[in-house]
């Protein structure tokens, strides 16, 4: 069965179809890689056995699939489908296995990179010539689909293909990079490669980066998008927004993942179960989340604004089929936010009122952070000497990250 959109997302198309939904004023609507690759780069592909690396993100604004583009562009032969974590629908839970199968609408067969492997192998690439990755990223080093596409980058030239990225937009900007540098002791399948929390690339260009500084080793070509700008969100771009896994549903829950993302490696729910994923944060013992969301408010973090509610958390999560209280995050300033230090500003008010029922995930939230200093810190009540350290490493990285952009600074 093909990928279906959601409701949302049927919508959204409805609305760019009909003129609904627009660029920023003045400006046609981006062009995506796979709309590039189709109109004047198809001999990329033309002629070759294609694998191609996708979800249910990978679609054209009018929510045509890759899959099925590819498929039927004449003198192409799609023999491979792989799917990264969350399935090929993109409707599997985080962290959930995913097993080999079928595209019932083409025949293709789909390999698992979230199973026994997490990159192609020989057999799966014995009917290929060309990888092609199409899958859109939320610009943050904590989310997979980006460590996907590069360990699979460097599998597929160790076997003799090329791999081609069809490039899509960091819909959180193109120009903010923050949070610190992975450092490399914690490397993980939430953090490859010592790159900035936030790191202000497109997938392209930070495979670009990756292989330009020798990090991966890999035969690769980017297929860019057209009218693409780096202070760019993605509802000015003209595309609408597709759910790019379950439990990131909006551009906001997009940019304060990168901060709230920490609470997975305690014990606090980061809000999935909930109707607002990483915009809420809560346990059962939080029973001064109003107290904490007032004096969060007085240290006047740029915007956000917080409060408190009561919700209750879907079985199978943290605090699963608890009413809880939670802490609720919203953004009024999307351009001013600092999401890293949203989150951390958080853990470290909840770890100083709750010592005794606040527990970390310690292997979770160093992985997540890229570093012990933050776990040690907020434990100290030191987080306002890390900050400047995690600034400098930031700028830093996206010096080093500058040659490598193909989209203008300004």
């Known amino acids: 069965m093909r990928a279906r959109c959601s409701t949302t997302a049927l919508a959204t198309i409805a609305l760019l179809l009909s003129g609904g939904l627009s660029a920023l004023p003045g400006q046609e609507r981006?062009?995506?890689?796979?709309?590039?690759?189709?109109?004047?780069?198809?001999?990329?592909?033309?002629?070759?056995?294609?694998?191609?690396?996708?979800?249910?993100?990978?679609?054209?604004p009018d929510g045509r699939s890759t899959i099925d583009l590819l498929h039927s562009a004449r003198g192409v032969r799609l023999t491979a489908l792989f799917a990264p974590?969350?399935?090929?629908?993109?409707?599997?839970?985080?962290?959930?296995?995913?097993?080999?199968?079928?595209?019932?609408?083409?025949?293709?067969?789909?390999?698992?990179?979230?199973?026994?492997?997490?990159?192609?192998?020989a057999e799966m690439l014995k009917d290929v010539d060309v990888v092609v990755f199409d899958i859109q990223d939320v610009g943050s080093r904590t989310y997979t689909y980006q460590w996907t596409m590069a360990l699979s980058a460097e599998a597929a030239a160790a076997h003799g293909r090329q791999f081609i990225v069809l490039d899509r937009p960091n819909p959180v900007r193109g120009d903010r990079v923050e949070g610190g540098v992975l450092d490399p002791q914690f490397r993980s399948f939430v953090g490859q490669y010592p790159v900035?929390?936030?790191?202000?690339?497109?997938?392209?260009?930070?495979?670009?980066?990756?292989?330009?500084?020798?990090?991966?080793?890999?035969?690769?070509?980017?297929?860019?998008?057209?009218?693409?700008?780096?202070?760019m969100w993605l509802d000015e771009t003209?595309?609408?927004?597709?759910?790019?896994?379950?439990?990131?549903?909006?551009?906001?829950?997009?940019?304060?993942?990168?901060?709230?993302?920490?609470?997975e490696?305690?014990?606090?729910?980061?809000?999935?179960?909930?109707?607002?994923?990483f915009q809420l944060i809560g346990a059962g013992w939080l029973k001064d989340a109003g107290e904490i969301a007032r004096e969060l408010n007085s240290r006047r973090l740029p915007g956000v604004?917080?409060?408190?509610?009561?919700?209750?958390?879907?079985?199978?999560?943290?605090?699963?089929?608890?009413?809880i209280p939670m802490i609720s995050v919203t953004v009024t300033d999307r351009n001013a936010v600092v999401p890293y230090r949203v989150g951390i500003e958080m853990l470290r008010e909840v770890y100083r009122r709750h010592k005794g029922?606040?527990?970390w995930r310690t292997g979770a939230i160093d992985r997540l952070s890229g570093t012990s200093r933050l776990r040690d810190l907020v434990e100290l009540d030191g987080i306002d000497a890390l900050v400047p350290a995690l600034e400098s490493e930031s700028r830093e990285f996206q010096q080093k990250a500058a040659a490598y952009l193909?989209?203008?600074?300004?």
């Open 30 to 60: 981006v062009r995506l890689g796979i709309e590039v690759l189709l109109s004047d780069s198809i001999h990329l592909v033309t002629g070759k056995r294609v694998g191609l690396i996708t979800n249910h993100s990978g679609v054209t």
């Open 85 to 121: 974590e969350h399935g090929i629908r993109g409707e599997a839970a985080a962290g959930q296995r995913i097993d080999n199968s079928v595209d019932s609408a083409t025949g293709v067969p789909i390999y698992s990179l979230y199973g026994d492997t997490r990159v192609p192998t």
């Open 196 to 231: 900035a929390l936030r790191y202000g690339l497109t997938p392209g260009e930070l495979l670009r980066f990756l292989v330009g500084t020798g990090q991966v080793k890999a035969d690769v070509k980017v297929v860019p998008m057209r009218g693409w700008k780096r202070t």
């Open 238 to 263: 003209g595309l609408p927004w597709h759910d790019p896994s379950p439990n990131l549903r909006s551009l906001d829950a997009a940019l304060l993942y990168t901060g709230t993302v920490f609470f």
């Open 265 to 277: 490696g305690t014990n606090l729910s980061e809000g999935r179960g909930t109707p607002r994923p």
């Open 305 to 323: 604004s917080f409060d408190s509610t009561t919700i209750k958390v879907e079985p199978g999560q943290k605090w699963g089929g608890q009413t």
């Open 357 to 359: 029922e606040f527990q």
């Open 406 to 410: 193909l989209y203008p600074p300004r």
